[in-house]
C-alpha cells in the first residue's frame, strides 16, 4: 500500500511563503490523484487542493486560491504545495492523500494519509 510522508511545516510571520513537501513510497503514486487537506485544532479536516494524475488539471478551496500552488514531480514521487501570503488562519495541521478519484474534494474519497506536518502562521 502507498505511504506519504510530508515535510516542510513550521512556524513562520504572517506574510511569509512555506512549501509543503509528500513523498510518496511506491511507483504507483503517478496512478493517483494528490490532495492536500489542512485541520485546524476543534475543526474539521478541510480541503485545500488536488491534482490529477498527469498533474495537468488542478482544484483549490476558495480560502487559498490564489496564494497556494500544488504541483507534482511523477519522476520523484512528490507532490508539493507552495504556500504564500500565508495567514494566521492557515495555521493547522496539513496532511497529504492519495485518491483514484480526479478532482476530489471529500476526505471520503481519499484512500491513503500521510501523517501530517504543523503549519503555524503567527500574526
Known amino acids: 500500500q502507498e505511504q506519504l510522508v510530508e515535510s516542510g511545516g513550521g512556524l513562520v510571520q504572517a506574510g511569509e511563503s512555506l512549501r509543503l513537501s509528500c513523498v510518496a513510497s511506491?511507483?504507483?503514486?503517478?496512478?493517483?490523484?494528490m490532495g492536500w487537506f489542512r485541520q485546524a485544532p476543534g475543526k474539521e479536516r478541510e480541503f485545500v487542493a488536488t491534482?490529477?494524475?498527469?498533474?495537468?488539471?488542478?482544484y483549490y478551496s476558495d480560502a487559498v486560491k490564489g496564494r497556494f500552488t500544488i504541483s507534482r514531480d511523477n519522476a520523484k514521487n512528490t507532490v508539493y504545495l507552495q504556500m504564500n501570503s500565508l495567514k494566521p488562519e492557515d495555521t493547522a495541521v496539513y496532511y497529504c492523500?492519495?485518491?483514484?478519484?480526479?478532482?476530489?474534494?471529500?476526505?471520503?474519497?481519499?484512500?491513503?494519509w500521510g501523517q501530517g506536518t504543523q503549519v503555524t502562521v503567527s500574526s
Open positions: 492523500a492519495a485518491s483514484r478519484i480526479t478532482g476530489a474534494t471529500s476526505p471520503r474519497s481519499y484512500e491513503t
Open positions: 511506491e511507483r504507483t503514486f503517478r496512478n493517483y490523484a
Open positions: 491534482i490529477s494524475r498527469s498533474g495537468s488539471i488542478t
